[in-house]
């Protein structure tokens, strides 16, 4: 029920579809002659679009969500490497039978990368089709395709495709890897997402070193507009919206123990 709740909310408060619902209740309200109520939503509508696409806010919100798990010095031994889908095109990849990777895609280059660096360590690709109403062929089926493709060999990969969220991504990995205690698991996923990944793998009872990847900000952006084309400014601001949403949610059902985890606990 949890899933499917936060992809309905999801698609009424992400701040394009938010914008196009305001415009449309403000058109409504004209029909019937309400010109306060049209005039409202057409400037709430106006205000997240200028906001949204024009300005830094968006950097500016998902910034601190990149800064709280600082990338630690790489470990001498890592037994095992988990990283979480979303890289993948899944639409595309389960038609054309591919590895065409999407902005996330910096989560599967490195970690081909790690998989280099340490040959002996297992590699953990979680991700099922996460997507509502359209199909797809999640990370956990593509991944092996790519990495094999990059040197890593076959044998060594563990697939997890049964998830649709990140609860799921650590509670069916648990479940999959049963990890024993003493061993260094890396978890690799986008920097922002960082936060609420590390604290669900930590309530899974999955003990991991956040190895964040992805980075969409620099940190210097600071209060302006035009600082980005509007595309790239939307794509932030509806990504940052979403990660605090998902972090306040997961609070508020107790799956994570804060609403802003951090490396402390």
Known sequence: MFYYLSKILWAFVQPLN???????????????????????????????????????????????????????????????????????EGAINLVRGGYELNSGGDRMVETAILARRFPLTKVVVSGGNGELFQDAEGDGTTAPRLLTALGVSADRLILEKKSRNTYENAVFTKQLVTPKPGETWLLVTSAFHMPRAKALFDKAGFATIAWPVD???????????????????????????????????????????????????
């Open 215 to 265: 980075y969409r900000t620099s940190g210097k952006e600071g209060i302006g507009m035009f600082r980005d084309n509007a595309v790239d400014s939307l794509q932030i601001t509806a990504m940052a919206a979403r990660e605090w949403i998902g972090l306040f949610a997961y609070w508020l059902s107790g799956r994570i123990d804060q609403p802003f985890p951090g490396p402390g606990g």
């Open 18 to 88: 938010l914008a196009i619902f305001l415009l449309l209740a403000g058109l409504l309200a004209a029909v019937f002659g309400r010109r306060r109520l049209f005039a409202t939503g057409s400037v709430l509508a106006l205000l997240i679009l200028v906001l949204s696409a024009w300005t830094s806010l968006g950097a500016m919100m998902l910034n601190p969500l990149e800064e709280r798990f600082p990338r630690p010095p790489l470990p001498e031994r890592v037994d095992g490497i988990v990283v979480l889908g979303g890289g993948l």
